[in-house]
């Protein structure tokens, strides 16, 4: 083992000659011992490792330093997405209470909501809005997805609201064309709805379901409002008369008439001809007897037309 030692110490003791022979000059000639060579030569390793060291992290600095650039951006992009969003749905939230007061529905003015909703939903949006103008690197990943899901939960509250007034709307829209609302018949009205003396001489008096119209034979009678024929045929007392049911606790009346145009099980849309007037049953004279029925009780029909 000394022996390889005492080599070794001998061969780094030993002298390498580098000649450099330029053309037009003389040659030099250079002495220098192994140690130093290897001396040399690790310096140049070690400052070239070390250049090369710094130079990479130099450059990942800079990457970095771009890709987080690049990051702030895009989310200031997604805050500013997030943000519009989040004021079209206020927008949303004004509309459905102004559908909501204009049709009359519930909760126009947030009637059903709990004592202190309103101050809860502002405060949570001025938090929400210090968040994303915050620096966004440092974005708190808990409340960030906080914030969406409540985005996601008042979408799903405005659309539920929405089909709630959709709904609203077509069964409102369905009982106004099922709520008897014109005459029907253009002739003038000869007796009215209460009580009236008998129009047969009886010195009695006797209540009077409906009003009549007195005009001239075979002129048009038009159903009310939109129903489906339940009966259409003789009645005692009345003669031919029509009974439509209008649904929504509505049903109509016409009596006397002549010319019946339509059967039992028929759908019948406002305005429609379904009869002539006449003087069938036990009448006086040319005329229709019409009545409105809601709910099973005889109301007067002048408080549905004009």
């Known amino acids: 083992m000394g022996k390889i030692i005492n080599a070794f110490i001998q061969f780094l003791g030993e002298r390498i000659d580098f000649m450099i022979m330029p053309r037009r000059r003389g040659s030099k000639k250079f002495k220098v011992r192994v140690w130093t060579l290897i001396i040399i030569v690790v310096v140049w390793l070690i400052i070239t490792l070390g250049g090369l060291s710094f130079f990479i992290r130099g450059y990942d600095y800079h990457i970095v330093k771009a890709d987080n650039q690049l990051m702030r951006v895009k989310m200031r ?164 008369t029509i009974l439509v049911d209008h649904g929504f606790g509505y049903s109509t009346l016409y009596a006397h008439t002549t010319g019946i145009q339509v059967k039992a099980g028929d759908v019948v849309k406002r305005g429609d001809k379904i009869a002539t007037m006449g003087s069938s049953g036990r009448s006086t004279g040319t005329h229709l007897h019409y009545e409105v029925w809601k709910d099973g009780e005889a109301v007067n029909p002048r408080n549905y037309f004009k």
């Not at 997805?145 to 069964?171: G, V």
């Not at 409906?210 to 259409?232: C, E, N, Y």
């Open 77 to 240: 992009l997604i805050a500013s997405e997030l943000e519009r969003g989040r004021k079209f749905l206020d927008l949303t939230r004004t509309t459905d209470t102004q559908m909501r007061q204009m049709l009359g529905m519930p909760g126009g003015k947030f009637i059903n909501l709990p004592k202190g909703w309103e101050e809860q939903r502002d405060k949570e949006e001025a938090r929400y809005q210090a968040m994303l103008n915050g620096d966004l690197t440092e974005l708190d990943e808990n409340e960030f997805n906080h914030y969406i899901d409540a985005i996601e939960e008042s979408a799903k509250t405005r659309l539920a609201s929405y089909q709630e007034i959709a709904w609203y709307y077509a069964n409102r829209r369905e009982n106004l064309n099922s709520t008897p609302s014109i005459r029907p018949s253009s002739a003038p009205i000869s007796s009215g709805f209460g009580y009236r003396l008998d129009p047969f001489g009886h010195r009695s008096s006797k209540r009077h379901n409906g009003i009549d119209f007195a005009g001239k034979p075979d002129s048009p009678i038009v159903v009310t409002a939109d129903g489906v024929v339940r009966h259409a045929g003789w009645v005692p007392s009345f003669g031919q």
